[in-house]
Nanobody, 128 residues
Framework: QVQLVESGGGLVQPGGSLRLSCAAS????????IGWFRQAPGKEREGVSC????????YYADSVKGRFTISRDNAKNTVYLQMNSLKPEGTAVYYC?????????????????????WGQGTQVTVSS
């Protein structure tokens, strides 16, 4: 069964950090572009960060640039999203998605946002 499972969310104070994990089962993440997306209450899902399958190039939304880092550990078949200096507007359910196409990473982020098969996600709450 092909599946992505998100974990690592929680409650954190503004300025704090969390590391989210996206673990794959049933397929090898090495050959897939991976994206992190989030959806806040009453808002549309938005792309946060994506990483390509081939050269590891990355894309970040302007709102998280310089604070979030996406990385992959192929040995663990997992992609991470390190989130630092979290802000209250970062409160959302975070999801990951995968796509086997090897296009420019920003294009892949758009494609995955439109075609992604969404799991349960992991809740991140940034509040004092």
């Amino acid at each position: 069964q092909v599946q992505l499972v998100e974990s690592g969310g929680g409650l954190v104070q503004p300025g704090g950090s969390l590391r989210l994990s996206c673990a794959a089962s049933g397929f090898t993440l090495d050959y897939y572009a991976i994206g992190w997306f989030r959806q806040a209450p009453g808002k549309e899902r938005e792309g946060v960060s994506c990483i390509s399958s081939s050269d590891g190039s990355t894309y970040y939304a302007d709102s998280v640039k310089g604070r979030f880092t996406i990385s992959r550990d192929n040995a663990k078949n997992t992609v991470y999203l390190q989130m630092n200096s979290l802000k209250p507007e970062g409160t959302a359910v975070y999801y990951c998605a995968a796509d086997p196409r090897d296009w420019a990473v920003q294009a892949m982020c758009v494609i995955m946002g439109l075609t992604g098969s969404w799991g349960q996600g992991t809740q991140v709450t940034v509040s004092s």
